[in-house]
Structures are given as structure tokens and as C-alpha cells.
């Protein structure tokens, strides 16, 4: 069973990906998170896609595309349910999945498309923090930490992205509408996009959400 998130940034997806991971142990694999830990390393795959992510552009898909590759490369990944969280982002990569998923005799099952209103996604990343350790996402407003400001898992200080910032965020979004929509028709024509309307308090979009993804995970 695997599954595709595609939504523009802002929508939550990542928060509704790491629930599942949480309440089903599914893996997670979110290419802006294995970004964001290659520049922490400062691997040279890091430094090169540095500047993208702070222009709010795509990564190289070669460099991408890498990094996928290598966490779908375990034993018997093709008996585990993958969740994938900001990737593909345009159709090339979509294609280079489809071929991979072939690679462990496996493929998409599902792709869900989260939708919300963009003046709201704005609004609900400039409240955005993140853990610099596990990257786990919280929000001032609507998913706050246990602890002010500390994350529940490693109790280190939640930070905000350097892209969450307005003018990179609406980079980010225009970027999303060129490269990443059309996705929708291709996997539109495979007859697996499904849709939620993510502008829905947390909560009810997980169970929107476990209501597409329970029974083939046979909860
Ligand atoms: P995200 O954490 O998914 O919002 O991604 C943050 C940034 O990482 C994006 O704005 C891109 O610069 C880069 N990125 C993440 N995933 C991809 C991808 N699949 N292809 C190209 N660039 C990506």
C-alpha cells in the first residue's frame, strides 16, 4: 500500500502524515525533510539544493530523486506502506516514482490531494514552527506543543523555516500551481486521486483521512 499527499504548501499534510505514522506506523518519507537534514549535515547534496529551498523553487529532480531512491531501497520495502509527503512535486518525478515503485514490485495506490483556501494556508504557515531535530510541525494557533514552545518528542526549542516567510511562501505557491497541479490529472486518469478538504479543524481531516486510508490498510 502506497500512498501519495499532494497539496500545496501550507495545507497540513505533514501534520496528517506524521498521525498516520503515529497511529498506524507507516513510514513517512517527505523529501523537504531529507532536504532540510542533507543541509544540516552540509553534504554537498545539501549545499546544492540550498539555494532552491530558500527561493522557494523545486530542487533538481536528479538530486530529489536520489534521495527517494535510497529510502525506498530497504529489504522488502515492497511489504511496507510508504507515505509520500511532498513528492512527486512535478510530472517527471511522478513518472521516476512509478518506475521505482515497479523497481519493488509495488505501486501507488492512493493519491490524495488536500485542499484549502490560500489566503488561509498563508495565514496558517507564518504561524508554522518546527523541531530543528525531528522536524515535527506545530502551530502557534491550531497544533500547539504540550510544553510552550518545546517539542513533545525531544524537548528542543521549536524554530520557524526560513521559507515560511510571506514572499517565499507565495513563491513556493506559484511554484505548486506551474509543476505540481497537473499531477492531479495524471493521477486522475489512473483513478486513484481521492480529495480532502483540509481547511477542516486537525482532527476532522484525520478522520476524513482514516476514512480513505483505514480500509486498505485493513484497520
Ligand atoms: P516542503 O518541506 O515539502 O515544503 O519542501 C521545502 C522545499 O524543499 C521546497 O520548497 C523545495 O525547494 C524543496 N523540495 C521538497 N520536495 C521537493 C521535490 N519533490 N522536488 C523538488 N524540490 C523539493
Known amino acids: 500500500m502506497q500512498i501519495v499527499f499532494i497539496g500545496p504548501p ?5 501534520t496528517q502524515a506524521n498521525m498516520l505514522v503515529d497511529k498506524y506506523g507507516v513510514l ?7 532536504l532540510r537534514d542533507a543541509i544540516k549535515a552540509g553534504s554537498p547534496l545539501g549545499n546544492q539544493a540550498k539555494g532552491y529551498m530558500e527561493r522557494g523553487e523545486l530542487v533538481p529532480d536528479e538530486l530529489v530523486l536520489g534521495l527517494v531512491q535510497e ?19 512535478n510530472i517527471q518525478q511522478a513518472i521516476e516514482l512509478d518506475k521505482i515503485m515497479l523497481n519493488i514490485h509495488s505501486k501507488i495506490n492512493l493519491v490524495i ?18 523541531c530543528p531535530k525531528c522536524q515535527r510541525t506545530y502551530h502557534i494557533k491550531f497544533s500547539k506543543p504540550k510544553v510552550d514552545n518545546l517539542c513533545d518528542i525531544c524537548s528542543v526549542q521549536l524554530v520557524q523555516r526560513s521559507d515560511d516567510n510571506e514572499s517565499v511562501i507565495r513563491q513556493r505557491s506559484a511554484v505548486y500551481w506551474e509543476h ?3 499531477l492531479l490529472e495524471y493521477y486522475k486518469k489512473q483513478e486513484i486521486l481521492k480529495s480532502i478538504d483540509a481547511s477542516q479543524p486537525i482532527d476532522k481531516v484525520f ?5 480513505l486510508i483505514a480500509p486498505l ?3
Open 10 to 14: 501550507g495545507v497540513g499534510k505533514g
Open 207 to 211: 478522520i476524513s483521512l482514516e476514512n
Open 71 to 89: 529510502k525506498v531501497s530497504i529489504p522488502q520495502s515492497n511489504l511496507k506502506t510508504f507515505i509520500f509527503d511532498g513528492f512527486p512535486r
Open 28 to 34: 513517512k518519507i517527505s523529501t523537504g525533510d531529507l
Open 180 to 182: 505540481t497541479r497537473p
Open 217 to 219: 490498510l485493513g484497520a
Open 113 to 130: 490531494d488536500f485542499t484549502m483556501d490560500e489566503e488561509d494556508r498563508i495565514s496558517r504557515l507564518s504561524g508554522r514552527r518546527m
